[in-house]
């Protein structure tokens, strides 16, 4: 069986990380479903998902680390034909990922207790985003 | 129900940059099914998929940040070993990722108007290669 | 037809990477089903799953890699919140990912004869590890 949900959120973007652990998991247990693997997909090509420890620390390494290796201030092609400012949005996006699929057993993801799944809005402004929860499983 | 297609796809190589969007989403029509999630999964170990805004700015972006994260002209264990010459190849690959999840409802895959499904082939000669697109739906 | 099984792995960590090909074959075959998509995830926040073709040399070349872009010697707001020391696990984790999902056609994973499957442990110790497989096929 296969179920699709979405949920909208509001990100300040610039990096900005949002927890959606909760909205996850709580797709996953009222589809009903016991057993199979939930998709959890960004289609904005400024945003990523993946999974962290999400506490306040971690969240700012996050950040230098994508300012590090795909600084906000060097030229970027993107930015030369279009003006938005948010080539580095886009690198980023690429690099981390807009889809991660993670199993479930007795309609429970199987996260680690330290391991959140997030939300990462790299573009230069606020938005609001939307994130699928599909859900194959029987 | 689950259908496995692939498609061959002719590149440069040296990161030339591929966007397979119209073939995933031929793919995914053709297969008759209405909802579900199409894997795209590229079997080399010098090439990876992901999305982007697929313009020439961005391309060239992405080019620049693999050259800057992992260089062609540093020394790697990999070609002193096998002298290929393709270290940062491989590594840029398992970085990247070869697999890529992408829900689809209607017989239509739920991308960004903005968000291309591209295939980056880093080897560093021309090549031809495969693509499998794995569509698990109903 | 849904099967979930886990293995454990013993890790070095350190950034030490694991080749775990032929466990996910065998998983695959023994599961008796035919055609699908296998999800390897690991439930631990500084783990990371990707391919590489596994050899000494790329081993070497994939840890100097992370060791370059999320060093371990910098400052990590994640140290010094909470003293691990393991600020750079986490960092690079996020970064390649906990989940992985690879197609299979007559109960054999679709795998370049040169690209193997891996765990990257990148605590700062040595560990357990639990890695699920869920298998998804007919």
Redesign the interface.
């Known amino acids: 069986?296969?179920s699709?949900q979405s949920i909208r959120v509001q990100t300040r973007g610039n990096c900005d990380i949002i927890d959606i652990t909760h909205q996850v998991t709580e797709t996953v247990r009222d589809s009903g479903l016991n057993?199979?693997?939930v998709?959890v997909?960004v289609?904005?090509?400024t945003c990523g998902i993946?999974?962290?420890?999400y506490?306040?620390?971690?969240?700012?390494?996050?950040k230098e680390?994508f300012e590090?290796?795909?600084p906000q201030g060097i030229p970027?092609?993107?930015?030369?034909?279009?003006g938005d400012g948010n080539?580095h949005s886009?690198?980023r996006?690429?690099?981390?990922?807009?889809?991660?699929?993670?199993?479930f057993?007795d309609g429970i993801i199987?996260?680690?207790t330290?391991?959140q799944v997030?939300l990462v809005d790299f573009d230069n402004r606020s938005r609001m985003r939307e994130i699928?929860f599909?859900i194959?499983?029987?």
């Open positions: 069986m296969i699709t057993t199979g693997t998709t997909f289609a904005h090509s993946t999974t962290v420890e506490e306040p620390g971690l969240v700012s390494d996050l680390f590090r290796v795909a970027y092609g993107h930015d030369k034909r279009w080539g886009h690198v996006a690429s690099l981390l990922g807009c889809s991660l699929a993670i199993p057993n199987i996260l680690g330290w391991q997030i699928v599909q194959i499983g029987e």
